[in-house]
């Protein structure tokens, strides 16, 4: 069992920036994903960023693209995800969840560990 703990959410500005960090209990020796998902209110939970531990391979939701970067510390099994130019569209819970091995990265049907989310919200 995999533990997720993001940190990192508040109330900004539109422009403003925030950096949401998710620190996992453990990880796996494979080369898994690590994402991140976002749900706001009334709408479904949807891609944002992924990155894998191992390889650093990663991918954006085309709506973040250029705004946001996700990373991670492997000596601290830890994933970040900076985001820059948030706009109001971006108000959500932030949700990190933990992947498997060969499932690919945009689906949350490929992430078996969630997080417990963090309020972004982004007032205009």
């Known amino acids: 069992q995999v533990q997720l703990v993001e940190s990192g959410g508040g109330l900004v500005q539109a422009g403003g920036s925030l950096r949401l960090s998710c620190v996992a209990s453990?990880?796996?020796?494979?080369?898994?994903?690590m994402g991140w998902f976002r749900q706001a209110p009334g709408k479904e939970r949807e891609f944002v960023a992924a990155i894998y531990w191992i390889s650093g391979g990663l991918t954006y939701a085309d709506s973040v693209q250029g705004r946001f970067t996700i990373s991670r510390d492997n000596a601290k099994n830890t994933v970040y995800l900076q985001m820059n130019s948030l706009k109001p569209e971006d108000t959500a819970v932030y949700y990190c969840?933990?992947?498997?091995?060969?499932?690919?990265?945009?689906?949350?049907?490929?992430?078996?560990?969630w997080g417990q989310g963090t309020q972004v919200t982004v007032s205009s």
């Open positions: 453990r990880r796996t020796f494979s080369d898994s994903p």
């Open positions: 969840a933990a992947g498997r091995t060969g499932w690919g990265l945009i689906s949350p049907r490929a992430y078996d560990h």
